[in-house]
Every structure is written in structure tokens, then in C-alpha cells.
């Protein structure tokens, strides 16, 4: 017999299901812009800050609202509340003589703007010295016979140059590590590791990026050389080394001399 209240409940509760199912994505950006405060009051932001600096170097206030997309009146409401918050005049208007018509930061207006700036530009360099840091990558170097395993990039940057093989390290790993999964990726052998040729740091050594590469010399331990997506092994005579990517040359040239004094 049937329930229409209880086939409605039951509708009801797939429609219910069916509804948290459905995942709403959501995209969040830490947003944080710098403003100046006196008190608990908003002094300056960046908007407020340009519209000082316009009226600086342009010398008029029409001017530089025009340049900021605002009205004349809009842009004098502005300055009239920045001057209510902090108490002083910062902006003076020329009403007569040769600067007729002209609008002038005054020494509190110019001191307010500096101390913006340069509050935003330590942030910026604070930011920069936390955020900013080089990546770690390592590189290998097996060379057998007089000739070198070098691999021929398929991808940007330096496509279709040789260089050594090698790759970023991943969090949580060591670079010996590292090098070792990146030869067996890259060129389907297995290696040990002999030594560490040397660390190498220059801040444009990569294109992409800083980074900081740890060279080790390699010694084979067999498998078969393979392509992989992003390179193509190969073996290549010490005595027709072509140009490299990255600073790869020098780390080449760096391993012949080191390898003649270990003779």
C-alpha cells in the first residue's frame, strides 16, 4: 500500500544527499596591503599614497586625479579626510604668481608619503628575505670510456640542449637521494654515488629561478639507458662535448680538472 507523506520523505531525503554531494570550490588569496594608521584610524593606503605621489611629481591635483580615473571632487574629498585624521595640511593649492593653479605636497603631506614608502618598502624586503628562497636541485656526472651521460632537454628552458642529468629535490629527501632517483628517472640507469664534485649557487645560473645544485661524480651500477617524458640519454665523447645548458659547462670543466689531479 502505498505512503505518499513517506515516498515524499524519501524523495526528500535523496534530494537532500544528491544536494551534499555537490562540492562547491573555492578559491581564498591571502590578501594583504599595507596602510599606514594613526591611532585607530587608516591614514594612508596605497590608493591614497599614489594619489600623493601624482600630485607631487605632476604638480596638480586636476592632474592627478584625472591620471587615478577620479573626479577633481573626489579626489580633494580625499586629501580633506587625510588631513582631518593626521591634523595638518598636506596638500596646498598655488593661487597666485608663476605657480598659479599649481598643487604642492606640503613638508607634513612629503613626510607622510615618505614614511609610507618606506615602510612599504621594508615590507616588501621582509617578505622577500621569508618568502623568497632558492631551490635545491642536484646534479650527476657519470663519464665511462671517455664519454659522458648527458641528457637532451625536451622542454623549456634550453630545449633541445644537453646538459647534465639531474632535478629538484623533493621535500623530505636527501640530494644523494636525490641524484640517484633522478639518473634512474631521466636515464633508466642505476648509479652509486663516488663523491660530491662541488655546490653551485650563482643566482643566474637558472633561468626559472635561483638555485643551488649539489654535483655528484656517479659510478654505474648497470640498467638499461631509456628516454623518459622531459629527456633523451646519451653518451657523448669527452672530445665533442657540446655547448650545455645552465652552467653545466663549468661544472664539466670543474670534473676534468678535479678527475686529472686525483690521477
Same mark, same amino acid.
Given at each position: 500500500?502505498?505512503?505518499?507523506?513517506?515516498? =515524499?520523505?524519501? $524523495?526528500? *531525503?535523496?534530494?537532500?544527499?544528491?544536494?551534499?554531494?555537490?562540492?562547491?570550490? @573555492?578559491?581564498?588569496?591571502?590578501? +594583504?596591503?599595507?596602510?599606514?594608521?594613526?591611532?585607530? $584610524?587608516?591614514?594612508?593606503?596605497?590608493?591614497?599614497?599614489?594619489?600623493?605621489?601624482? @600630485?607631487?611629481?605632476?604638480?596638480?591635483?586636476? $592632474?592627478?586625479?584625472?591620471?587615478? &580615473?577620479?573626479? #577633481?571632487?573626489?579626489?580633494?574629498?580625499?586629501?580633506?579626510?587625510?588631513?582631518?585624521?593626521?591634523?595638518?595640511? @598636506?596638500?596646498?593649492?598655488?593661487?597666485?604668481? /608663476? &605657480?598659479?593653479?599649481?598643487?604642492?605636497?606640503?613638508?607634513?603631506?612629503?613626510? !607622510? +608619503?615618505?614614511?609610507?614608502?618606506?615602510?612599504?618598502? /621594508?615590507?616588501?624586503?621582509?617578505?622577500?628575505?621569508?618568502?623568497?628562497?632558492?631551490?635545491?636541485?642536484?646534479?650527476? !656526472?657519470?663519464? @665511462?670510456?671517455? =664519454?659522458?651521460?648527458?641528457?637532451?632537454?625536451?622542454?623549456?628552458?634550453?630545449?633541445?640542449?644537453?646538459?647534465?642529468?639531474?632535478?629538484?629535490?623533493? #621535500?623530505?629527501?636527501?640530494?644523494?637521494?636525490?641524484?640517484?632517483?633522478?639518473?634512474?628517472?631521466?636515464?633508466?640507469?642505476?648509479?652509486? *654515488?663516488?663523491?660530491?664534485?662541488?655546490?653551485?649557487?650563482?643566482?643566474?645560473?637558472?633561468?626559472?629561478?635561483?638555485?643551488?645544485?649539489?654535483?655528484?661524480?656517479?659510478?654505474?651500477? &648497470?640498467?638499461?639507458?631509456?628516454?623518459?617524458?622531459?629527456?633523451?640519454?646519451?653518451?657523448?665523447?669527452?672530445?665533442?662535448?657540446?655547448?650545455?645548458?645552465?652552467?653545466?659547462?663549468?661544472?664539466?670543466?670543474?670534473?676534468?680538472?678535479?678527475? $686529472?689531479?686525483?690521477?
Amino acid at each position: 500500500m502505498r505512503n505518499p507523506t513517506a515516498e =515524499k520523505g524519501i $524523495k526528500s *531525503i535523496q534530494g537532500h544527499r544528491r544536494n551534499r554531494q555537490k562540492v562547491v570550490q @573555492i578559491h581564498f588569496e591571502l590578501d +594583504l596591503r599595507p596602510v599606514l594608521r594613526t591611532g585607530d $584610524k587608516s591614514l594612508m593606503g596605497a590608493g591614497r599614497a599614489r594619489l600623493l605621489r601624482q @600630485i607631487k611629481e605632476l604638480g596638480s591635483l586636476s $592632474k592627478a586625479a584625472k591620471e587615478m &580615473g577620479m573626479s #577633481y571632487r573626489h579626489a580633494w574629498g580625499v586629501i580633506h579626510r587625510m588631513e582631518e585624521i593626521c591634523g595638518e595640511k @598636506i596638500v596646498r593649492s598655488v593661487r597666485g604668481g /608663476a &605657480g598659479r593653479g599649481q598643487s604642492v605636497l606640503t613638508s607634513a603631506g612629503d613626510r !607622510i +608619503l615618505s614614511e609610507f614608502e618606506s615602510r612599504v618598502t /621594508a615590507l616588501k624586503e621582509a617578505q622577500g628575505r621569508t618568502y623568497r628562497k632558492p631551490s635545491l636541485t642536484a646534479d650527476g !656526472i657519470l663519464a @665511462i670510456g671517455g =664519454k659522458m651521460l648527458l641528457v637532451k632537454r625536451k622542454n623549456d628552458p634550453f630545449r633541445g640542449r644537453y646538459a647534465l642529468p639531474g632535478g629538484f629535490v623533493e #621535500y623530505g629527501e636527501t640530494v644523494e637521494d636525490c641524484v640517484i632517483r633522478e639518473i634512474r628517472e631521466e636515464t633508466g640507469l642505476i648509479v652509486s *654515488i663516488d663523491r660530491l664534485l662541488g655546490v653551485y649557487s650563482a643566482p643566474g645560473r637558472d633561468p626559472r629561478g635561483h638555485t643551488v645544485s649539489a654535483v655528484f661524480v656517479l659510478t654505474s651500477r &648497470g640498467g638499461p639507458l631509456t628516454d623518459s617524458d622531459e629527456t633523451h640519454p646519451e653518451w657523448v665523447s669527452l672530445e665533442k662535448m657540446p655547448p650545455l645548458a645552465f652552467d653545466h659547462d663549468s661544472i664539466v670543466s670543474d670534473y676534468l680538472k678535479s678527475s $686529472k689531479k686525483c690521477r
